[in-house]
């Protein structure tokens, strides 16, 4: 497995303004993935962070809501832009360690929290 | 139609009862199957992983896996107070390597 950390692990912020989620690994991994995870909803995947490129968005996320940088094999940021209340969510980075599996291990979350 | 259905619940049973939880799905390139347990306010931990169809037993947890009917099973045997989280299903396949979860069960068990 991996240890994967967080920060902030929790933030209150005003609407307008934007939040960047850092993530850590402890081990070079060869995908992360930025997940949302709404009040009383289960995960949505939000982009896959490429290592060295773009990121991956997927369906209803864009780069400028969300930019994400991943500027080596270890850390990733996701930023959550001009931000209103209905970006309160738990936002997770997974990793996959790149085995033949598909097993992804998640950090704790940022709690965040738009007034 | 969701990709992967997952009762919502809450499912409560007695401290010792076996519990079952079930996602079915929709999408035939899946190929692994998780099962995650959330806390309140933590993060998913991977609980079992399964590759393609069969059985895979760890201690009090048992992964069952059904291509042909598209049914994934978590079973919990002896349940116990500790075992109070959210269960979530997660499969991946395909060429895809992101996660496809279902809604989340919330299970409570009572002491």
């Known amino acids: 497995s991996a240890v994967i950390s967080q920060k902030p692990s929790r933030d209150i912020c005003q609407r307008g303004t934007s939040l960047t989620i850092q993530c850590q690994v402890d081990?070079?991994?060869?995908?992360m993935f930025w997940y949302r995870q709404q009040p009383g909803q289960s995960l949505t995947l939000i982009a896959t962070?490429?290592?060295?490129?773009?990121?991956?968005?997927e369906s209803g996320f864009v780069i400028d809501k969300f930019p994400i940088s991943r500027p080596n094999l270890t850390f990733s940021t996701l930023t959550v832009s001009n931000m209103s209340p209905e970006d309160s969510s738990i936002y997770l980075c997974?990793?996959?360690?790149?085995?033949?599996?598909?097993?992804?291990?998640f950090g704790p979350g940022t709690r965040l929290t738009v007034l | 139609q969701k990709e992967v259905e997952q009762d919502p619940g809450p499912l409560s049973v007695p401290e010792g009862a076996i519990v079952s939880l079930n996602c079915t799905y929709s999408?035939?390139?899946?190929?692994?199957f998780m099962w995650y347990r959330q806390y309140s306010r933590k993060g998913p931990e991977l609980l079992m992983y399964t590759y393609s169809s069969g059985n895979k037993e760890d201690g009090r947890f048992t992964a069952q896996v059904d291509k042909s009917s598209k049914y994934i099973s978590l079973f919990i045997r002896d349940s116990q107070p500790s075992d109070s989280a959210t269960y979530l299903c997660a499969m991946s396949g395909g060429g895809r390597r992101a996660l496809t979860f279902g809604s989340g069960t919330r299970l409570q068990v009572q002491p």
């Open positions: 997974s990793v996959d360690l790149g085995q033949a599996s598909d097993e992804q291990f």
């Open positions: 081990s070079q991994v060869t995908m």
């Open positions: 962070a490429n290592q060295g490129s773009e990121a991956t968005y």
């Open positions: 999408n035939s390139a899946f190929q692994y």
